[in-house]
């Protein structure tokens, strides 16, 4: 009889490693295609992922240099886990310049540069309220950008926009995980279907906009 309980003991406990680690390799390759259906509306030319499996990629979007990332917070107590999408490109101009628009901010929010920037902006009329605005010396022309600012932030989910002298990104909410999971068990389940290439595309079309407006080209224009 001993022998026969250390057996199944041991045959449970194979059993319940095999399914733990069939369901982590799945919840890996879950996480790195997230962001698979981006090859229908860029090229993209370098592929990383971080130590949870989710995936950075770089590449050209319609002849504009185009980084995206994926985070995941869930650093704040008692608040429903969130995955945050970071778009970056280049800027065109060389008039230099930055500004950061941090929405609802809190002090986990730890990808701002902000936190660590000391001019404060005086926001146009119309752009959000409840926001940072920050510089880390002289910003760019905020006339230039206005409509470009409206329209990002009509957004609900977007969460900053950051200029830098070489760079624009922009952070947006595309994920919230699973509210049932999280409070009664404590688990982070996020939605692992492809983010749909569609809104990828979109929210680039309005950063590259707004990149342009630095440079002046629509700043005549609307978003």
């Given at each position: 009889m001993p022998e026969l309980v250390v057996s199944l003991a041991i045959f449970f406990s194979v059993v319940l490693w095999w399914l733990y680690k069939k369901?982590?390799?799945?919840?890996?390759?879950?996480?790195?295609?997230?962001l698979s259906d981006c090859n229908k509306v860029m090229t993209i030319n370098e592929t990383h992922y971080d130590r949870a499996g989710y995936a950075a990629i770089k590449g050209d979007f319609s002849g504009s240099s185009i980084s995206l990332r994926l985070e995941v917070d869930n650093l704040t107590a008692r608040k429903i886990p969130?995955?945050?999408?970071?778009?970056?490109?280049p800027r065109e101009d060389q008039h230099g310049g930055s500004l950061d628009i941090l929405v609802r901010p809190q002090i986990n929010d730890v990808y701002s540069p902000s936190w660590n920037w000391n001019e404060t902006v005086t926001p146009l009329s119309g752009w959000p309220h409840h926001a940072r605005y920050m510089s880390n010396g002289a910003p760019p022309e905020l006339s230039k950008i206005d409509a470009d600012v409206r329209t990002l932030f009509a957004d609900e989910r977007t969460k900053?926009?950051?200029?830098?002298?070489?760079?624009?990104?922009?952070?947006?909410?595309?994920?919230?995980?699973?509210?049932?999971h999280y409070l009664l068990l404590r688990s982070i389940e996020f939605d692992q279907s492809p983010i749909d290439s569609d809104e990828i595309a979109a929210l680039t079309h309005q950063l590259r906009h707004l990149v342009s407006s630095l440079a002046g080209g629509y700043q005549n224009e609307s978003a």
């Open positions: 369901h982590d390799n799945q919840v890996s390759q879950s996480r790195a295609a997230l969130v995955m945050w999408l970071h778009i970056a490109m900053e926009l950051v200029v830098t002298p070489e760079t624009v990104r922009l952070t947006y909410l595309i994920r919230q995980a699973d509210r049932g």
